[in-house]
C-alpha cells in the first residue's frame, strides 16, 4: 500500500473534493452529516440546512426523525428565540416521539425565559431516561424557584432509578439558596452512586462555600450548627451551569468540516444578580 508521500501530490481543491466525497459516501452508513438539498456548489453543500429547511423538517407530521433532526437544528440556532419557533418547541415537549421531545427541551433550555422552566418539570417523570436527562440539564439553565419541588422528588432513587439522571438533578439544584435543598443534597452523598454524590458535594459547595467533602455526617454537623438560612448561605457562591460539550468526530477533522459548536458555562437566565438567600 502507497502511503500519502508516495502519491502523486494533489490540489487542494483535489483534497477537498476527496474528503467531501469520503464523508458523503458515509453519511448514507449513519454519519451525522447531510448535503443541501438541490445543492449546486460546494459551497452549498458545506453549508449545511438553512432556518426554512430545518423548520419544514421539524413540522414533518409523517417522519419523527426529520422532526427531530429539524428541531435539534433550531434548539441549536441563535434566532430560535422568536415567539414562533418558541412555540413549536413548546408542541415539541407533547411530541410522541422521545427524540422530538429531548430536543425540544434543549431549545427550551436554550432559548427560553425562567417561567417556561415549569414546561419541563413533565418531562422529569417522562417514560424515556434521555427526555428525563435533557430536562434535568435544562432546569440548570433556567432560574425559576418554583421548580425545586419536582427537582427534590426526583432526586429521591425511589422516585428516579437512573443515577445518570439524579447527578444531573443534584447539579440543577445548587442554585436554589434553601435550607430543604441544602438537607436533600446532604441525603444525596448517600446514595449508591458516585457520580449523585459528587454532583451533591459540589452543589452544597457553591451554596455554602463549605469544602467537607464526601463525609455526610460533617455535612450533617456543620448544618446543625449552622442553623439559619443566613448562616448557612453566608458564603455561597454564583451558580454555574455546566456547558453543551462533545469531541469533534472523526469526520469533523477533514478539511471544511466545521466541528462541534461547543459553548461555555454560564449563569442560568433569572439567576439574581445579588444572592445570599
Given at each position: 500500500m502507497h502511503s500519502l508521500k508516495s502519491c502523486s501530490p494533489l490540489s487542494s481543491l483535489g483534497v477537498v473534493a476527496a474528503a467531501l466525497g469520503l464523508v458523503l459516501a458515509l453519511s448514507g452508513c449513519g454519519a451525522d452529516f447531510s448535503a443541501t438539498p438541490g445543492a449546486k456548489s460546494l459551497r452549498e453543500v458545506l453549508r449545511g440546512p438553512s432556518p426554512a429547511d430545518a423548520a419544514d423538517m421539524a413540522l414533518d407530521p409523517y417522519d419523527p426523525q426529520r422532526r427531530f433532526r429539524g428541531t435539534l437544528l433550531l434548539a441549536n440556532a441563535k434566532f430560535a428565540g422568536e415567539p414562533l419557533y418558541m412555540q413549536l418547541f413548546a408542541d415539541g415537549l407533547r411530541d410522541p416521539d422521545p427524540g422530538v421531545r429531548l430536543a425540544s427541551a434543549r431549545a427550551i433550555a436554550n432559548h427560553g425565559v425562567p417561567s417556561q422552566a415549569?414546561?419541563?418539570?413533565?418531562?422529569?417523570?417522562?417514560?424515556?431516561?434521555?427526555?428525563?436527562?435533557?430536562?434535568?440539564?435544562?432546569?440548570?439553565?433556567?432560574?425559576?424557584?418554583?421548580?425545586?419541588?419536582?427537582?427534590?422528588?426526583?432526586?429521591?432513587?425511589?422516585?428516579?432509578?437512573?443515577?445518570?439522571?439524579?447527578?444531573?438533578?443534584?447539579?440543577?439544584?445548587?442554585?436554589?439558596?434553601?435550607?430543604?435543598?441544602?438537607?436533600?443534597?446532604?441525603a444525596a452523598l448517600d446514595d449508591n452512586r458516585l457520580s449523585v454524590n459528587r454532583r451533591a458535594e459540589a452543589s452544597l459547595r457553591t451554596l455554602t462555600g463549605n469544602d467537607l467533602g464526601l463525609d455526610r455526617g460533617a455535612w450533617v454537623r456543620w448544618s446543625q450548627t449552622a442553623g439559619e438560612s443566613r448562616t448557612l448561605f453566608a458564603a455561597r457562591a454564583a451558580y454555574v451551569h455546566p456547558a453543551y460539550f462533545r469531541s469533534p468526530s472523526w469526520w469533523e477533522y477533514l478539511p471544511l468540516v466545521q466541528g462541534p459548536k461547543n459553548e461555555s458555562a454560564g449563569l442560568p437566565k433569572g439567576f439574581p444578580e445579588r444572592f445570599g438567600g
Open positions: 415549569m414546561s419541563l418539570v413533565p418531562l422529569l417523570m417522562d417514560d424515556n431516561q434521555d427526555v428525563r436527562l435533557e430536562a434535568a440539564k435544562g432546569l440548570q439553565r433556567l432560574h425559576e424557584p418554583k421548580v425545586v419541588d419536582a427537582l427534590l422528588e426526583r432526586l429521591d432513587p425511589k422516585k428516579e432509578p437512573q443515577p445518570e439522571v439524579r447527578a444531573e438533578i443534584a447539579e440543577a439544584l445548587g442554585q436554589y439558596a434553601e435550607g430543604r435543598v441544602v438537607q436533600a443534597l446532604i
